[in-house]
């Protein structure tokens, strides 16, 4: 659900008017990218390995009914047992259920972003059972009782003074800043609850049909403390997550990794196939998929937005949006910030209106579409649900500026709004009193000068340039 706390605008121009978590964000993403440049410098390599990753993912979303049947056939095989979850309230329920049949009071979390789609923290403490987030980033915002501002870097918009706050509020002692002290202090509170817990629960990278596996791509220890010591292990998994074969996940390896933080491999890269078998020294006894649609199915029929489904959550497209990198990703309300966001978020979640006007968080300058290792054409999909959202809400100084525009390009077809174009044009090249004048009988205009400076519209149309030099012209040959 999106956050209540304003409109699109509000929530942009206080991250606007907040200095230093502008510096913070872009200073982190800026370093991602570079990274990221250095671990893509072989272009002819790196298009064969996003060729390959892209057509691994569209296999498996064209054939993604087929491939959930037999990833659940393979997983009960091996001991695990698979939940389909049609939506949030579904999947915190048979999360809910199964912890309490087992007798659970305590859990550890490891990063998941289809859990805080879901806010499956909410449930599950409103049950009375006790949450614990145990990847760094992730624990820093719940400590701060926040949502994540990336998808790979949750706490992107915290300084280190900031943590140190809060880790002296959950400690009760005095720390400094640096980074070995405030590590080492979550490190050691972190251990207490994993060797505490009576359950773990993580999301998936990826799911191999023909194994029933799953496989992670994490940074930190966490991630394999929370699926092997508890008794009982949780997986949520968004349906789309599928891939066909091992094949298919060496493709993911090979550019999830330098996609996201500019490295060849994570340094965790655990596959998990089945609870604990006899002989085996660690894992669950149990292991339970909660596999959710949560409108995934919606999307998998829209022919248009399809390829969003193929989505490996790399953060890729955030980390090269000039809007991101300004704002943040709390100013998007929602789970999943940045360019991937704004066009997910509206078909996840078509009853909210606020959803929709993401879709304008973008100069539309295509490097999204450029960064991301499966193909999918962001900068399109953004303009095609601006168009749906003018058909959805249209308001008349749209339909009329866009009226304008286009008997401007369709020239003698349409002499009077032809006119009225011209007629425009000379107003706003008049200068800014003119234009304020003209801001009321187009709102829009007025909205647009408010967050941009709109280039100066010089007092002669091209028309009227070409008229006079072909008058010159003229003139000279007599």
């Not at 590590?183 to 029933?212: K, P, Q, Y």
């Not at 949520?236 to 993911?252: K, P, S, T």
């Not at 995934?296 to 022919?303: G, K, N, Q, T, Y």
Request: glycine letters at 8%.
């Amino acid at each position: 659900m999106l956050t209540p706390e304003g409109d699109f605008d509000a929530r942009s121009r206080a991250a606007l008017a907040t200095p230093a978590l502008g510096r913070a964000v872009r200073g982190t993403v800026d370093r991602l990218r570079n990274l990221r440049a250095i671990a893509e410098a072989d272009a002819d390599l790196t298009r064969q390995r996003r060729a390959a990753a892209t057509e691994a993912r569209t296999r498996a979303i064209d054939k993604l009914p087929e491939l959930l049947e037999r990833f659940t056939r393979n997983c009960e095989a091996r001991g695990g047992v698979v939940h389909r979850a049609p939506d949030a309230a579904s999947a915190t329920a048979i999360a809910t259920s199964l912890l309490r049949k087992s007798g659970a009071r305590r859990v550890v979390k490891g990063k998941s972003m289809v859990t805080e789609e879901i806010e499956l923290n909410a449930a599950l403490e409103g049950a009375g059972i006790e949450v614990t987030e145990t990847d760094l980033g992730e624990w820093i915002i719940q400590l701060a009782g926040e949502k994540p501002s990336h998808i790979i870097l949750p706490a992107i918009h915290k300084t280190r003074h900031d943590i140190r706050a809060l880790f002296e509020k959950e400690g009760g002692t005095p720390l400094d800043a640096s980074t070995t002290t405030l590590c080492a202090h979550a490190r050691r509170r972190l251990r207490e609850r994993f060797l505490a817990a009576d359950a773990g629960i993580s999301g998936a990278n990826f799911a191999v049909a023909e194994t029933g596996s799953i496989a992670l791509f994490t940074n930190e220890g966490n991630g394999r403390l929370v699926t092997s010591l508890p008794r009982l292990h949780l997986v949520f998994l968004g349906m789309e997550r599928l891939v066909e074969n091992f094949a298919d996940l060496a493709a993911m390896a090979e550019v999830l990794p330098r996609a996201a933080t500019g490295q060849d491999l994570t340094s965790y890269f655990s596959i998990i196939t089945g609870p604990r078998h006899r002989g085996e020294l660690d894992g669950p006894e149990a292991l339970h998929v909660i596999i959710l649609d949560n409108g995934r199915s919606r999307l998998l029929e829209d022919v248009a937005f399809r390829p969003v489904l193929r989505c490996i959550r790399c953060a890729a497209c955030l980390n090269v949006c000039p809007v991101y990198a300004e704002i943040g990703g709390h100013a998007y309300g929602g789970t999943y910030p940045g360019p991937i966001g704004a066009v997910l978020t509206p078909v996840l979640r078509p009853e909210e209106h606020a959803a929709r006007e993401l879709a304008d968080a973008s100069s539309l300058c295509a490097a999204c579409s450029e960064a991301c290792p499966v193909g999918i054409p962001l900068d399109e999909l953004l303009i095609l649900q601006r168009a749906r959202n003018a058909t959805l809400r249209p308001k008349r100084a749209l339909r009329l500026a866009l009226r304008i525009a286009l008997s401007g390009l369709m020239g003698d077809k349409a002499h009077g709004t032809s006119r009225r174009l011209r007629f425009v044009a000379k107003v706003l090249g008049a200068g800014t009193p003119q234009r304020r004048a003209l801001a009321k009988v187009l709102p829009m205009l007025a909205r647009s000068e408010a967050v941009r400076a709109l280039p100066v519209i010089p007092p002669q149309s091209f028309r009227e340039l070409w008229k006079a030099l072909q008058a010159g012209e003229n003139t000279r040959a007599r």
